[in-house]
């Protein structure tokens, strides 16, 4: 009997992802409760006074720059990898109910936000206009920046009412309707925090973040190692830190806006707090 074996063009790509990082010396134990076979504590939980959700394999101290590689050179598929349902999630109700209900919380330790606001430091100038997608009542912003318009979108209109940071905001749900309310080549930087697991339309998304962004601009990912895991899509719910970082820099790629993009690993204590990686590309 003879048997024929597919493989999805995304799996390749992991399993290259797999190969280059044992050979750098990555223990291959931690890579392969990812993708490549299903996280073996995907749903540990991490509670603390911010948010409580799983916590999705976290790279150890010693290893936590391997991170920055991922993206170094990269294998991608030659054309969008992902299917309707690896955005499918297990919470499929409107989210407009989840989130109706302001939530004034962060939903990172501050050790893990005082390194995005350090980040944002180095690469905010006055004057810049920024856009943050998937906004809410705090954008980590650095507390001296002079911005240019700062524009928050998001889902609670009274989360984004106390952003004391925003000149102006929108309330919009991007899974429903993901073109942006905005003009094209409105802003310097477009930014996410810890949010791009939730955007069921990747594709249409990061479309819409290189159309908004000038010529130079940058996009800026920020992402951790929790989730709301109902309203996670189910492919992030299934992969490691290391995937995550390569599934977000492939939707900058995929969009064909932007030059390569690039991860800086800036967890402030690794396996101590949580940690942050930030994903960004520059506009074309």
Partial sequence: MNFIVTTSPLILALSHLLLMMSQQGYPLVHFCQGFVSPPIAAF???ANNHNV???????????????????????????WPYSQSD????DESNDA?????????????????????????????????????????ISHYPKDWKGGNVVGLGMNEYELSQNKVLSSYN???LNQDPKFPYADKSFDKVTCVVS????????????EIGRVLRPGGMGILSISNRCFPTKAWNLWLKTNDLEHIFIAGSFFHYSGLFEPPSCVDVSPNPGRSDPMYIITAVKK
């Fill in 171 to 173: 309330v919009q749900d």
């Fill in 97 to 137: 109910i989840f989130y109706s209900t302001p939530r004034l919380v962060t939903h990172i330790d501050d050790a893990a936000i005082g390194a995005l606001t350090g980040y944002y430091e180095s690469v905010f100038k006055d004057g810049d206009d920024v856009l943050d997608i998937c906004s809410s009542w």
């Fill in 53 to 79: 959700g799983p916590v999705i394999m976290s790279l150890g101290a010693a290893e936590q720059r391997i991170a920055e590689k991922v993206l170094a050179n990269p294998k991608w598929p030659s054309e």
């Fill in 44 to 46: 540990n939980t991490k």
């Fill in 196 to 207: 791009v697991d939730y955007l069921t339309k990747p594709k249409e998304i990061f479309s």
């Fill in 87 to 90: 955005f499918m999630r297990m």
